[in-house]
T-cell receptor, first 116, second 112 residues
Framework: GAVVSQHPSRVICKSGTSVKIECRSLDFQATTMFWYRQFPKQSLMLMATSNEGSKATYEQGVEKDKFLINHASLTLSTLTVTSAHPEDSSFYIC????????????FGPGTRLTVT | AQSVAQPEDQVNVAEGNPLTVKCTYSVSGNPYLFWYVQYPNRGLQFLLKYITGDNLVKGSYGFEAEFNKSQTSFHLKKPSALVSDSALYFCAVQTGANNLFFGTGTRLTVIP
């Protein structure tokens, strides 16, 4: 149980284009989803927290107009990287948690974004 | 403010020997503590957590961790390391709001 999927697993796009990454909870309803970014050989940095039906809460330093997050349903959240640039190349990981705890987050397998 | 420290970037251990991956934390209030493992180009897999109760927590794949409040530590341990345990290990702390704060990670290499 508690499986989270991400699609695509890997994407290469040209500079200036937009890329959408999907995060789905497959066998549970996720009231909260999280988006992380991980640089090579570094830890995960929380980008934003999204609750179903409301606007995402972005961490300091994360541009909300560049990283658009939509949490349209209890099983789906999307991250759109708009006007991507090479510096946006990274490993993006989503996670989901279930309302009421025990606060465990279930992580997706990640999406490797390469902007050329 | 909460923070997590993993003082060792790299830990090497011989197969069959016990392993320890260190983690210390700083948080106001009662912490929820987690260990996750990451294999190359993969997301994080949950190993174990401490919420309350017994300070010794047993988790997946034979791993365990001990919550030590006085030393604000939550070291990950395994009695006998396997080559397949080689991976990147993250300690994380959570306080309210479900936000996880991760340490910088420790790369464990188990030598055959």
């Amino acid at each position: 149980g508690a499986v989270v999927s991400q699609h695509p697993s890997r994407v290469i796009c040209k500079s200036g284009t937009s890329v959408k990454i999907e995060c789905r909870s497959l066998d549970f309803q996720a009231t909260t989803m999280f988006w992380y970014r991980q640089f090579p050989k570094q830890s995960l940095m929380l980008m934003a927290t999204s609750n179903e039906g409301s606007k995402a809460t972005y961490e300091q330093g994360v541009e909300k107009d560049k990283f658009l997050i939509n949490h349209a349903s209890l099983t789906l959240s999307t991250l759109t990287v708009t006007s991507a640039h090479p510096e946006d190349s990274s490993f993006y990981i989503c996670s989901a948690s279930i309302e009421g705890g025990p606060y465990e987050q279930y992580f997706g397998p990640g999406t490797r974004l390469t902007v050329t | 403010a909460q923070s997590v420290a993993q003082p060792e970037d790299q830990v090497n251990v011989a197969e069959g020997n016990p392993l320890t991956v260190k983690c210390t934390y700083s948080v106001s209030g009662n912490p929820y503590l987690f260990w996750y493992v990451q294999y190359p180009n993969r997301g994080l897999q949950f190993l174990l957590k401490y919420i309350t109760g017994d300070n010794l927590v047993k988790g997946s794949y034979g791993f365990e961790a001990e919550f030590n409040k006085s030393q604000t530590s939550f070291h990950l341990k395994k009695p006998s390391a396997l080559v397949s345990d080689s991976a990147l290990y993250f300690c994380a702390v959570q306080t309210g709001a479900n936000n996880l704060f991760f340490g910088t990670g420790t790369r464990l290499t188990v030598i055959p």
